[in-house]
T-cell receptor
Framework: NAGVTQTPKFRVLKTGQSMTLLCAQD?????MYWYRQDPGMGLRLIHY???????AKGEVPDGYNVSRLKKQNFLLGLESAAPSQTSVYFC????????????FGDGTRLSIL | DAKTTQPNSMESNEEEPVHLPCNHS???????IHWYRQLPSQGPEYVIH???SNVNNRMASLAIAEDRKSSTLILHRATLRDAAVYYC???????????FGQGTTLQVKP
């Protein structure tokens, strides 16, 4: 039971570097989400997707881009990393429809120096 | 998006019941009430959800007020493993977007 898998688990970047976080789900879910969580805070939605080939902005989309080329994968990109993007990033997925829970990955801890 | 209000923290003794309250006075008729919890250094975990009627599952019970302006998550016998941050969230969007607040930090004392 893999569920939602995030890669990598940890990463340290220098300011200005770029990287891509990968989220993969094996539950054939339509909807996928990227959140960030800063220390002592709740999660904030960055971007989400309601199906293959679709993406939409969440609460805090600036500085991030996403792609959903395959149904099972949702990529989060940082084109030019900034220290303010130091955070823990969580991916989630769910079946379509409102009466469904979200399933979360274990997170990616990203530090930007 | 409708907002929820929860106490910042609560304490419980091990093996005693815990009632975690949540106020959502601006809830609309089609909003589902979801509860998630987050253990230290882990991603959030789904606990339970409901619309109008009380709900039970293997993890917890959800009691929803008749006017739906508040709800209570009930852990019947708290264990040390239940120490976590509990989030009460209204699912008000067809896209499933969840708005996480600060949640309630539950401490369980042995």
């Amino acid at each position: 039971n893999a569920g939602v898998t995030q890669t990598p688990k940890f990463r340290v970047l220098k300011t200005g570097q770029s990287m891509t976080l990968l989220c993969a789900q094996d539950m054939n879910h339509e909807y996928m989400y990227w959140y960030r969580q800063d220390p002592g805070m709740g999660l904030r939605l960055i971007h989400y997707s309601v199906g293959e080939g679709t993406t939409a902005k969440g609460e805090v989309p600036d500085g991030y881009n996403v792609s959903r080329l395959k149904k099972q994968n949702f990529l989060l990109g940082l084109e030019s990393a900034a220290p303010s993007q130091t955070s823990v990033y969580f991916c989630a997925s769910r079946e379509g429809g409102r009466n469904q829970p979200q399933h979360f990955g274990d997170g990616t801890r990203l530090s930007i120096l | 998006d409708a907002k929820t209000t929860q106490p910042n923290s609560m304490e419980s003794n091990e093996e005693e019941p815990v009632h975690l309250p949540c106020n959502h006075s601006t809830i609309s008729g089609t909003d589902y009430i979801h509860w998630y919890r987050q253990l230290p250094s882990q991603g959030p975990e789904y606990v339970i959800h409901g619309l109008t009627s009380n709900v039970n599952n293997r993890m917890a019970s959800l009691a929803i007020a008749e006017d739906r302006k508040s709800s209570t998550l009930i852990l019947h016998r708290a264990t040390l493993r239940d120490a976590a941050v509990y989030y009460c969230i209204l699912d008000s969007s067809n896209t499933g977007k969840l708005i996480f607040g600060q949640g309630t930090t539950l401490q369980v004392k042995p």
